[in-house]
């Protein structure tokens, strides 16, 4: 079993930037790609950006160029740092592991952007 928990979700305004960070624990061997992934209120999860054991990234169009994710495999954490924030930003972000045993998530972080 893996277990994720997020941190570093808030409050910012447009145009302000935040660093969310995910600590994998368990048998972390069995993950592979790591990601974040945002819900906001009345819309669909999506994937905002992934990266694989290989440090291969990729990003959703409407944030690229503005967050950048990033892993420490040593340190078993995926990090999002998140620049230029705009309002339409706002949502949940939950980080994701792709382990053997299938995905993991975790609980969910709170990013309100205000303008």
């Known amino acids: 079993q893996v277990q994720l928990v997020e941190s570093g979700g808030g409050l910012v305004q447009a145009g302000g930037s935040l660093r969310l960070s995910c600590a994998a624990s368990?048998?972390?061997?069995?993950?592979?790609?790591m990601g974040w992934y945002r819900q906001a209120v009345g819309k669909q999860r999506e994937l905002v950006a992934s990266?694989?054991?290989?440090?291969?990234?990729k990003y959703a169009e409407s944030v690229k160029g503005r967050f950048t994710i990033s892993r420490d495999n040593a340190k078993n954490t995926v990090s999002l740092q998140m620049n230029s924030l705009k309002p339409e930003d706002t949502a949940v972000y939950y980080c994701?592991?792709?382990?053997?045993?299938?995905?993991?998530w975790g609980k969910g972080t709170l990013v309100t952007v205000s303008s």
């Open positions: 994701n592991a792709r382990t053997v045993g299938g995905p993991v």
């Open positions: 990266i694989t054991s290989g440090g291969s990234t």
């Open positions: 368990g048998i972390i061997f069995s993950i592979n790609d």
